[in-house]
């Protein structure tokens, strides 16, 4: 069982950063590859960005390429997403997750969830 927990949402205004971050419970947190996604009012939730267990490979999705960078650390147990240039369109409730396949791009490859982090950008 994992229990994640997300931190760092906020209101930003358009053009601004914010990070967020999430905290992992279980013992074997360098075991699981680890995503962010993302999910506005009536909308679907879609992948944000993933980070792989193994080599530390990250994935982004074309809309927040070059603006969000993710990471991670095994010692702390926690994942990171920097997000840059925000946009009104990133408005969201944004989730961490957690996922030992190998499909990171999708939200139904994921066994654990956050609670989520509300992020808000004015334009």
């Known amino acids: 069982q994992v229990q994640l927990v997300e931190s760092g949402g906020g209101l930003v205004q358009a053009g601004g950063s914010l990070r967020l971050s999430c905290a992992a419970s279980?013992?074997?947190?360098?075991?699981?590859?680890m995503g962010w996604f993302r999910q506005a009012p009536g909308k679907e939730r879609e992948f944000v960005a993933a980070?792989?267990?193994?080599?530390?490979?990250?994935y982004y999705a074309d809309s927040v390429k070059g603006r969000f960078t993710m990471s991670r650390d095994n010692a702390k147990n926690t994942v990171d997403l920097y997000m840059n240039r925000l946009k009104p369109e990133d408005t969201a409730v944004y989730y961490c997750a957690a996922t030992t396949r190998y499909d990171l791009g999708h939200a139904y490859a994921y066994d654990y969830w956050g609670q989520g982090t509300q992020v808000t950008v004015s334009s």
């Open positions: 279980a013992r074997t947190f360098s075991t699981y590859s």
């Open positions: 980070i792989s267990w193994n080599r530390g490979s990250t």
